[in-house]
């Protein structure tokens, strides 16, 4: 499943295609969205918002396009009047004179006013969002600590999205790899040091996958590329200590970890 920094890419490639363009038609697949559909035509696109692995479509109207991609769910930009050939189930199509963005699959959408919003079920559980530019390490320190984290194990609640929303397998690894923890740890048991390391690590590894994954690290100065430390890179040697990278399973999910410096 993708995690915060696929997501906040896509959203970022939606809102280039469409973003403040006038909406010349919009279709919903399902009858209870039917009724937005004219209502929307002339309408734009004023953001789109992630909030964890859910996606808020605004419109200027005021209302706002819920959708959450869950495993099978996936959004396409396509020229204006092509579709892909694809064997997915269209959900929602959001046409512009020229392009037009398509989310195919996804079964948990929802069109929600500014009232609705504030009480959404999934949007009032899940936490801040790592990717949000105003939430700071101080902040995610204060809720590592708080009664309903700090005696969690790392292993389940960095995959929790009321925890931090946005987080998933692969960035729990490598922010456990980065600050040398395990698993098992737990917030309530690590040193001052460790828990300043853990919060930072917890917004910088997701901003950076998100900056850098996938591109050329052109600029030698501007620092450093996102690559995978441990993810899928089980029996190779860790590059902070030479040890051997091993596989285990941890809350239902595969775990990547360096026993020689994870301890």
Not at 117 to 127: A, K, N, S
Not at 137 to 164: C, K, M, T, Y
Not at 239 to 251: A, P, Y
Request: glycine share 6%.
């Amino acid at each position: 499943m993708p995690e915060g920094p696929e997501i906040r890419r896509a959203a970022d490639n939606l809102e280039a295609a469409i973003k403040g363009k006038p909406l010349t038609d919009v279709w919903f697949a399902f009858d209870r969205l039917k009724p937005y559909q004219s209502s929307l035509i002339g309408q734009t696109v004023t953001q789109m918002e992630t909030r964890g692995k859910a996606l808020l479509t605004h419109f200027s109207s005021g209302l706002t396009l819920y959708s959450h991609n869950q495993l099978y769910g996936v959004w396409r930009v396509v020229d204006t009047g092509t579709l892909p050939q694809t064997s997915r189930v269209l959900r929602v199509r959001l046409q512009t004179a020229d392009k037009t963005i398509l989310l195919y699959s996804a079964s948990d959408i929802d069109m929600l006013t500014p009232e609705q919003l504030t009480t959404h079920p999934f949007l009032q559980r899940v936490g801040p969002d790592v990717l949000d530019p105003h939430l700071t390490p101080e902040a995610v320190e204060a809720r590592l600590l708080s009664p309903r984290f700090r005696n969690r194990q790392f292993s389940g609640l960095l995959l929790d999205q009321a925890f931090l929303a946005g987080l998933g397998n692969y960035l729990r690894v490598e922010i456990l790899w980065q600050v040398g923890l395990t698993g098992q740890h737990k917030a309530k048991d690590l040193s001052d040091s460790q828990r300043v390391a853990l919060s930072h690590a917890l917004l910088d590894i997701p901003r950076l996958s998100y900056t850098t994954r996938g591109q050329a690290d052109d600029n030698k100065h501007h620092g450093a590329l996102f690559r995978f430390k441990v993810f899928h890179r089980d029996g190779e040697a860790c590059e902070r200590c030479g040890g051997i990278i091993e596989k285990t399973m941890l809350s239902s999910r595969p775990f990547y970890w360096c026993p020689h410096c994870q301890r």
